[in-house]
């Protein structure tokens, strides 16, 4: 099946998840042709192994077939619930395995970069704008911490040893981090 | 009195969660709260909301062909259907939906008990009437924890990790009777909290002690009433009454 990369709408992925959770194979398809390219970029970026990565997506749409009517659109917009579904199933064998993402997050540092390019900027949401515009609010080690850990799913104690910082240290620049965002984000 | 302090070490437990930094034992207390508590489960999309957008910074990535192809085949999309009377039964959503009330109830009571010993037994005027196991892999990770309830005659099985089961296999959990051949007690989600019943016939034949397996089988269970698949986690039952002592 072909897989385009088109901007995906919320309402129109909601209707699509919605129809999907009723049993509709066609709206499935479809929502996997929409919504696969961002979900395995969330899952390459934390798994070191494309072949893996592609394990946990197919994971991942399985259960969003089986279990779809968990999806609360009052809640939650589709993608984020996929992503949200996606990232937990990445993070869950990140640490069966005990993988040493470290490296691998080093060598994709780039990627988590403040600075996109522009045709990305184009295509991306009010709330990712809302977002980044906190983010820039917060000290560079906190925004950098918090975006590490958003993209990597590396526990506190690997990024602080990544960090080369202690671990109360690490937690302390996450933690104040998060809610200083919140706070910028609730204003 | 909660102090703003207090709920923004609260708060501070779901955003973490959310954004990924807990460990595995950490992640599943807070998996647990979420499937149990409308409060957690909000806290939870909130920050799910905050954050999920970060992704968009991220480059998408075209899977393969073969990952769709793939999660047909785990779906059994391809295959010709087949529709054992047991299938049936445990794909249809309707009983677990009528289930799902009293899985919650019994899985507060689950949840209470799972940070402690791995075997608690509960003596009520003298009768034992819930069993708690935790089936775990050979490694000693715990995969899931499983209350027997004989009063209520069935059993919840939550999940404590996220075990990895080869797509479009079945789990199936079995009562093994000391001495004895494994019992089926049911096909279930490995990554949902589950009831299943036990019926009379089950329990007549559970004996002084029991074990617990889980077995990976073909959608829908094994085809034999033995387990086909390999048993990917065992836990005791200890102290399971004979069903004389137990009324």
Not at chain 2, 157 to 181: C, E
Request: charged share 20%; glycine share 6%; with cysteine.
């Amino acid at each position: 099946m072909s897989v385009t990369t088109v901007v995906p709408d919320h309402g129109e992925l909601n209707r699509l998840l919605a129809q999907t959770a009723e049993g509709d194979r066609a709206a499935f398809a479809e929502l996997y042709r929409r919504t696969s390219p961002r979900l395995l970029g969330v899952c390459a970026r934390m798994l070191a192994d494309r072949r893996e990565a592609e394990e946990v997506l197919q994971e991942a749409y399985v259960t969003v077939w089986q279990r779809g009517k968990a999806f609360d659109a009052s809640r939650a917009s589709a993608m984020t619930w996929l992503v949200a579904l996606a990232r937990n199933k990445a993070i869950d064998r990140l640490r069966q395995h005990h993988h040493a993402t470290a490296d691998v997050a080093c060598a994709l540092d780039a990627i988590a970069d403040d600075d996109p390019t522009p045709p990305l900027r184009a295509e991306r949401s009010e709330e990712y704008r809302r977002l980044e515009k906190c983010m820039e609010e917060l000290e560079a080690r906190q925004r950098g911490s918090i975006q590490e850990a958003f993209f990597s799913g590396m526990t506190y104690s690997a990024l602080a040893e990544r960090a080369k910082v202690p671990l109360g240290t690490m937690k302390s620049w996450i933690r104040r981090g998060l809610l200083q965002l919140r706070a910028c984000l609730e204003t | 009195m909660n102090t703003s302090h207090d709920e923004d070490q609260n708060e501070l437990r779901y955003a973490e969660y959310v954004l990924g930094v807990l460990d595995a034992d950490a992640r599943a207390s807070i998996a647990h709260e979420v499937a149990l508590s409308e409060e957690a489960a909000t806290a939870v999309a909130l920050w799910q909301g905050r954050l999920t957008p970060l992704v968009e910074a991220l480059p998408e990535v075209t899977p393969s062909e073969d990952v769709w192809t793939r999660i047909r085949h785990a779906l059994s999309w391809d295959a010709p259907r087949r529709t054992p009377r047991p299938v049936s039964f445990w794909s249809s959503a309707r009983p677990w939906r009528w289930l799902s009330a009293a899985a919650s109830l019994v899985a507060v009571f689950c949840i209470a008990m799972l940070w402690r010993a791995p075997v608690r037994v509960s003596h009520e005027a003298g009768h034992v009437a819930v069993m708690v196991s935790s089936i775990r892999q050979d490694n000693g990770i715990t995969d899931w924890t499983a209350t027997m309830d004989l009063d209520r005659k069935q059993i919840v099985v939550v999940p404590a990790t996220a075990t990895s089961v080869p797509t479009g296999r079945s789990t199936q959990l079995w009562l093994i009777p000391a001495g004895g051949a494994p019992i089926s007690v049911g096909v279930f989600a490995p990554d949902t909290t589950a009831v299943l019943p036990l019926s009379a016939q089950l329990l007549a034949r559970v004996g002084p002690t029991a074990a617990l397996a889980v077995s990976v089988e073909p959608p829908g269970g094994s085809p034999t009433g033995q387990p086909t698949g390999p048993v990917i986690a065992k836990g005791a039952l200890s102290g399971v009454p004979s069903p004389a002592v137990a009324g």
